[in-house]
């Protein structure tokens, strides 16, 4: 199923799915049997919460690899590995979580967003796109956080060229810690998850670490996106 050009979303359903140790925010290593390539392994996070039936995947199309899920047909075998990661509520140590992503790392945060045991106001999700076209999963996201009485924060716009950042390039005026305190006051309160580019994920651990997160209360998936 397209989320939009670029991303492709793929539902597995399969025997003993149940008995499978996997956990929203994890990944496992998929390879498709759907022609020449099919020995390469592919390292996708969940995009819903596993629910005993059924496993869900995004991908956005980065390589030959993940290009070819928009083009797989029902009925295509699946190999997997896993699960891996540690993006999972087993580490969480706090009530309130705060979970933050940018682009394609929404994915886990999506999962982690439906699966997490929250009471209402515990669970904050900040997810930064470059633009409105590259924002995924959003009707999903507020459908959960509605349900979920949780609080979605989108913040759109390309990266500040200027500093790292973030924060997009029209709020470069503000400082980092001071954005995020803004719009997550008692932040050094919570668990944190964040998921994203590589350099962006830099930026938002040293936001959160500097307003006063400890180390340890910092999970972090890192991909190459």
């Given at each position: 199923?397209?989320?939009?050009?670029?991303?492709?979303?793929?539902?597995?359903?399969?025997?003993?799915?149940?008995?499978?140790?996997?956990?929203?925010?994890?990944?496992?290593?998929?390879?498709?049997?759907?022609?020449?390539?099919?020995?390469?392994?592919?390292?996708?996070?969940?995009s819903a919460a596993p629910d005993g039936r059924t496993?869900?995947?995004?991908?956005?199309?980065?390589?030959?690899?993940?290009?070819?899920?928009?083009?797989l047909s029902p009925g295509t075998r699946v190999l997997?590995?896993?699960?891996?990661?540690?993006?999972?509520?087993?580490?969480?140590?706090?009530?309130?979580?705060?979970?933050?992503?940018?682009?394609?790392?929404?994915?886990?945060?999506?999962?982690?967003?439906?699966?997490?045991?929250?009471?209402?106001?515990?669970?904050?999700?900040?997810?930064?796109?470059?633009?409105?076209?590259?924002?995924?999963?959003?009707?999903?996201?507020?459908?959960?956080?509605?349900?979920?009485?949780?609080?979605?924060?989108?913040?759109?716009?390309?990266?500040?060229?200027?500093?790292?950042?973030?924060?997009?390039?029209?709020?470069?005026?503000?400082?980092?810690?001071?954005?995020?305190?803004?719009?997550?006051?008692?932040?050094?309160?919570?668990?944190?998850?964040?998921?994203?580019?590589?350099?962006?994920?830099?930026?938002?651990?040293?936001?959160?670490?500097?307003?006063?997160?400890?180390?340890?209360?910092?999970?972090?998936?890192?991909?190459?996106?």
């Amino acid at each position: 199923m397209p989320e939009n050009d670029q991303v492709t979303t793929v539902v597995m359903r399969g025997r003993m799915l149940h008995k499978l140790p996997v956990r929203a925010g994890q990944f496992l290593q998929w390879r498709f049997l759907d022609g020449p390539g099919f020995m390469r392994a592919h390292p996708y996070s969940l995009s819903a919460a596993p629910d005993g039936r059924t496993l869900r995947i995004t991908a956005a199309h980065l390589g030959d690899g993940s290009a070819r899920l928009a083009k797989l047909s029902p009925g295509t075998r699946v190999l997997f590995e896993g699960p891996y990661g540690r993006l999972h509520e087993g580490v969480r140590t706090r009530h309130k979580v705060l979970l933050m992503a940018s682009g394609i790392g929404i994915t886990p945060m999506r999962a982690l967003l439906e699966e997490l045991n929250q009471r209402p106001g515990d669970v904050t999700l900040i997810y930064r796109a470059s633009s409105e076209q590259d924002r995924i999963l959003l009707d999903e996201l507020t459908n959960l956080a509605g349900h979920r009485q949780a609080r979605l924060f989108i913040v759109t716009g390309h990266r500040s060229t200027h500093r790292s950042s973030w924060l997009p390039e029209h709020a470069a005026h503000l400082g980092d810690v001071e954005a995020l305190r803004e719009l997550v006051p008692d932040v050094a309160n919570h668990d944190v998850f964040i998921c994203g580019s590589p350099g962006w994920m830099d930026a938002a651990e040293q936001a959160v670490l500097g307003s006063g997160v400890p180390p340890e209360r910092v999970h972090i998936e890192r991909f190459s996106f």
